[in-house]
């Protein structure tokens, strides 16, 4: 596609349950990102690959955090367990090359609700 | 480890008018890439522009202006002749070239309210 593509665009779940959220990056980028904006915040960084390889998921906040991207394409963000402060807008970018120099790409981003 | 600030929560402005959107940062990198983003309501983040830590000239793109001062760790931002459409929230952002992190670091954001 042309843009990084995000599903489902609003997500409600009750405490407790587990929720996947699936991220689409622009064909042929090599990295990707997750991030998690709290409301009125700036993003934060949660992990990231390089092709199926994640390199850094130094800021995922808990074990119940968990990342893939098996096929160095599509990737989804899992929480398991889901908590009240869970609740914000994830956030997932894409970007041409592995290199800081290289603006991310972002999608609309999943809205998650915790009840 | 690298910080962003950005000092203005909100500012509303009546079109036409200019403003200028703050950011400093903070890194221990001598490379380093600069970044602004805007938000509209519906979400999606939007690259504006980037700028490398080894050069401080001054961009102009349109309505948008970027002044790099490395003596004074700021990347400011100034819309002329502001717009209704420019309504959004602004983000500022940095990534060092050292190490494998190649992760955004964001300020808070600026919310430009652009009132017709």
């Known amino acids: 596609g042309a843009g990084v593509s995000q599903s489902p665009r609003y997500k409600v779940a009750k405490r407790g349950q587990d929720v996947a959220l699936r991220c689409d990056p622009i064909s042929g980028h090599v990295s990707l990102f997750w991030y998690q904006q709290a409301l009125g915040q700036g993003p934060e960084f949660l992990t990231y690959?390089?092709?199926?390889?994640?390199?850094?998921k130094s800021g995922l906040p808990s074990d119940r955090f968990f990342a893939e991207r098996p096929e160095g394409s599509v990737s989804t963000l899992k929480i398991q367990r889901t908590q009240q402060e869970d609740s914000a807008v994830y956030l997932c970018?894409?970007?041409?090359?592995?290199?800081?120099?290289?603006?991310?790409?972002f999608g609309d981003g999943t809205r998650l609700s915790i009840l | 480890a690298q910080k962003v600030t950005q000092a203005q929560t909100e500012i509303s402005v009546v079109e036409k008018e200019d403003v200028t959107l703050d950011c400093v940062y903070e890194?221990?990198?001598?490379?380093?890439?600069l970044f602004w983003y805007k938000q509209p309501p519906s979400g999606e983040l939007v690259f504006l522009i980037r700028?490398?830590?080894?050069?401080?000239q001054n961009e102009i793109s349109g309505r948008y202006s970027w002044n790099f001062q490395k003596s004074t760790s700021s990347f400011n931002f100034t819309i002329t002749a502001s717009q209704v459409v420019d309504s959004a929230v602004y983000f500022c952002?940095?990534?060092?070239?050292?190490?494998?992190?190649?992760?955004?670091?964001f300020g808070s954001g600026t919310q430009l309210t652009v009132l017709p």
């Open positions: 690959f390089q092709n199926e390889a994640q390199l850094d």
């Open positions: 890194t221990r990198d001598t490379t380093y890439y």
């Open positions: 952002a940095l990534s060092e070239a050292a190490g494998s992190a190649r992760q955004l670091t």
């Open positions: 700028r490398n830590s080894f050069d401080e």
């Open positions: 970018a894409s970007s041409l090359a592995n290199r800081a120099d290289q603006p991310q790409h």
